[in-house]
């Protein structure tokens, strides 16, 4: 008697080892496979812009994650640690599927998003984070274009106009803050941007 061959599917992985030691599947993420020193390192050797930016260094996705962690508290300085690592970790699935323009994102649709989302939603797990209010994810969105408009002029090119038409003219941000724009909005060496990275994030995590 024959056996009819199982039509059972094996689940589709898509595995990425990590610096670690962990093994991240990209399209099921478990929590406990997030590394925080995997994330700072992805995110410092990722490049904004395609790398398209002034300075002998590139600006990476860590000091960008930095930048709007910095706005975001500028903009509403009621916030507390939580929110602030929300604001840090926003782009943080970025540091294993890479930084990719806004029109490509439009033209992949959701099989790029959905994995964004269960990558986010993984990190957020393994760090104790609620997923945002609508409130929260209002005032990243909001701190995300600043920080692209900020950079779009002084980092890749774009003039004035340009960068207006395409993430709005930034607010005029308290007169603190133009300090450290002025110390993050600049092309870090690798080593330094995940440094810094992390202690933030230890920071943040310490409730500073």
């Known amino acids: 008697m024959s ?9 589709v992985r898509a595995w990425q080892r990590m610096l670690s030691g962990r093994r991240l599947d990209l399209l099921d993420p478990s929590p406990l496979d997030v590394e925080i020193t995997d994330i700072a390192h992805g995110l410092a050797r990722v490049a904004r812009w395609n790398g398209q ?14 930048l709007v962690e910095a706005i975001g508290g500028a903009l509403d300085p009621r916030i507390g640690a939580p929110e602030r690592l929300e604001l840090l970790l926003h782009d943080a699935p970025e540091y294993v599927i890479g930084d990719i323009i806004s029109p490509l994102k ?16 993984a990190i957020r797990q393994r760090f104790g ?3 945002p209010s609508p409130a929260l994810a209002r005032l990243v969105k909001r701190a995300d274009r600043i920080a692209a408009a900020i950079e779009a002029t002084r980092l890749a090119g774009f003039s004035s106009a340009e960068a207006d038409g395409i993430f709005g003219r930034p607010p005029v941000l308290p007169d603190p803050m133009s300090a450290e724009i002025e110390r993050l909005v600049a092309g870090w060496p ?5 440094a ?3 202690a933030r994030f230890a920071a943040l995590q310490r409730g500073a």
């Open 196 to 198: 810094c990275y992390l």
């Open 53 to 66: 930016t002034a300075g002998p260094h590139v600006f990476s996705v860590a000091q960008h994650s930095l």
């Open 190 to 194: 690798t080593a330094e941007a995940e």
């Open 106 to 121: 439009n033209a992949i649709g959701d099989a790029y998003r959905s994995v964004e989302r269960r990558l986010l939603a």
């Open 129 to 131: 984070l609620a997923a």
């Open 3 to 11: 056996v009819a061959p199982s039509t059972t599917k094996k689940p």
